[in-house]
Nanobody, 127 residues
Framework: QVQLVESGGGLVQAGGSLRLSCAAS????????MGWFRQAPGKEREFVAG????????DYADSVKGRFTISRENAKNLMYLQMNSLKPEDTATYYC????????????????????WGQGTQVTVSS
């Protein structure tokens, strides 16, 4: 089974930065798409960013475009989310996800498209 573990969350002031990491272990898949989602208490889980196996094709929610950058290092089974200019509305639990579809350039923006999920890491942005 694939295990995904997020790290890098914490408490920061508005305008600050954080870099989230997602490490995959156990069984791995080739050409797997990955993504980041977030969920605040009482809110539905929402798409943040997605990245295809190639690492070139990416997708971002409008709310984070220009502030967040998604990347991956396939050889190390790692994915990152660099978050800059953080806002209080970015406060949420952030989850990484993996879809083992064997596609070089496919990215998914729907939570239902992903098969594996991490436990989440908390990001809190204060005013």
């Amino acid at each position: 089974q694939v295990q995904l573990v997020e790290s890098g969350g914490g408490l920061v002031q508005a305008g600050g930065s954080l870099r989230l990491s997602c490490a995959a272990s156990g069984r791995t898949f080739s050409r797997a798409a990955m993504g980041w989602f977030r969920q605040a208490p009482g809110k539905e889980r929402e798409f943040v960013a997605g990245i295809a196996w190639s690492g070139v094709i990416t997708d971002y929610a409008d709310s984070v475009k220009g502030r967040f950058t998604i990347s991956r290092e396939n050889a190390k089974n790692l994915m990152y989310l660099q978050m800059n200019s953080l806002k209080p509305e970015d406060t949420a639990t952030y989850y990484c996800a993996l879809e083992p579809a064997e596609s070089w350039g496919t990215v998914y923006a729907r939570a239902r498209a992903y098969e594996y999920w991490g436990q989440g890491t908390q990001v809190t942005v204060s005013s």
